[in-house]
C-alpha cells in the first residue's frame, strides 16, 4: 500500500458513513465497520461440529464470520473438552451472514466479530449434558427447560474454562463477553476459590458485561472480538473500549519532510501511464 493509499484510508476512519466497501472505499475489506452497522468480506464458515463444539442451527446461515473469530471457537471449544474432558460440546449459536449486514434477531452481529455461545450446563446432579437451546439461568445457577419440563445446572466449571481460554489469548482479542451479572457472579466466584490468577479474574470482570439495551445474556454469552491492530486501515471500526492487555491499534502513519513533499508532488491529475512512459523516455530505457 503506498503512503498516499495509506494516508486516505486513514482520513477516511472516522467517518461514519464509511461503514461498506465501495468504490470510494477500495481499501475496505474483512471486517467493516461497527458490529450494529457494518459488513465482512472474506468470511469463512464454522463448521457443523468439530471436536468440541456443536452448531446449534445445522442448516444456519449465520455461520459466517472473521477467519480468526471462527479458528477462536474452534481453539477455545477444543481447549475445553481437553481441559476438561467428560463433558458435553459447546453450543454455537449465530455469527454473521456470509457478507455481514442486518440478521434476523440481532442488532449486531453484522462484520463477522460476533458469536453467541450457549452455555455449558449438567443436569441438577451434575452430569454433563449437550445444551438444550436458550434456557435462562437463575443466580441459584439452575434453568427450567420448557419443553422437558425439567431442570439443567449452569456448568460453572467448563463456562469458567472457556471464558478463561478467551480472556487469556491477545490473539483472540476479546473485547466483550455479553453475559447477565447474575451468572457473572457465579462464575467469578468460582475462579476466585479455585484461586485462578487474579490478572486472568480481572481481565474477565472486564470484559464480562450485562448489556442494557437488550435482554440480559441469561441463557446464552455472547462474544465480540475487537479489530486487530491491522484492521483499522482495512475499515474495522472498534465501537468501545480497547483493553490494556491487548496488541496496540495500529498508530497513524507519520510523515517526515521527504514523505509530505513526494506527496505534494504527486500531480493526481497525471496517469500513471503518461507518468511512467515521460519516465522512461527521460532515463532512455
Ligand atoms: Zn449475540
Not at 464458515?45 to 444456519?60: K, N, S, T
Not at 434453568?143 to 471464558?163: A, H
Not at 462474544?223 to 491499534?249: F, K
Not at 497513524?252 to 504527486?266: G, N, Q, R, V, Y
Amino acid at each position: 500500500m503506498s503512503i498516499r493509499t495509506s494516508l486516505f484510508a486513514l482520513l477516511l476512519l472516522p467517518s461514519a458513513c464509511m461503514g461498506v466497501p465501495s468504490p470510494l472505499t477500495p481499501g475496505f475489506e474483512g471486517t467493516v465497520g461497527v458490529p450494529q452497522f457494518g459488513v465482512q468480506t472474506q468470511a469463512i464458515q464454522l463448521p457443523v461440529a468439530a471436536e468440541g463444539f456443536v452448531r446449534f442451527r445445522v442448516l444456519g446461515h449465520h455461520y459466517w464470520g472473521l477467519p480468526r473469530l471462527v479458528k477462536a471457537i474452534g481453539d477455545a471449544a477444543a481447549h475445553v473438552a481437553s481441559e476438561a474432558p467428560g463433558g458435553a460440546p459447546l453450543v454455537v449459536g449465530d455469527l454473521s451472514a456470509r457478507n455481514g449486514g442486518k440478521i434476523p434477531g440481532h442488532n449486531s452481529h453484522r462484520t463477522g466479530r460476533d458469536v453467541d455461545l450457549l452455555l455449558f450446563v449438567t443436569t441438577p446432579a451434575g452430569v454433563p449434558v449437550e445444551s438444550p437451546g436458550f434456557v435462562p439461568i437463575d443466580a441459584d445457577g439452575l434453568g427450567f427447560v420448557q419443553e422437558t419440563g425439567e431442570f439443567v445446572r449452569l456448568d460453572v466449571e467448563r463456562q469458567w474454562e472457556l471464558i478463561k481460554y478467551l480472556v487469556r489469548s491477545r490473539e483472540i482479542g476479546v473485547q466483550f463477553l455479553f453475559f447477565s451479572q447474575k451468572l457473572e457472579a457465579l462464575v467469578i466466584d468460582y475462579a476466585l476459590a479455585k484461586g485462578e490468577p487474579l490478572e486472568i479474574v480481572h481481565r474477565a470482570q472486564t470484559v464480562l458485561m450485562q448489556p442494557t439495551d437488550s435482554t440480559p445474556h441469561d441463557d446464552h454469552m455472547h462474544m465480540r472480538i475487537a479489530c486487530a491492530p491491522s484492521e483499522g486501515v482495512s475499515g474495522c471500526s472498534g465501537g468501545g473500549p480497547y483493553w490494556e492487555w491487548l496488541p496496540e491499534p495500529t498508530p497513524p502513519i507519520e510523515l517526515d519532510d521527504t514523505d509530505l513533499a513526494a506527496i505534494a508532488s504527486d500531480d493526481p491529475l497525471v496517469p500513471e501511464a503518461v507518468a511512467n512512459s515521460e519516465t522512461g523516455a527521460a532515463g532512455g530505457v
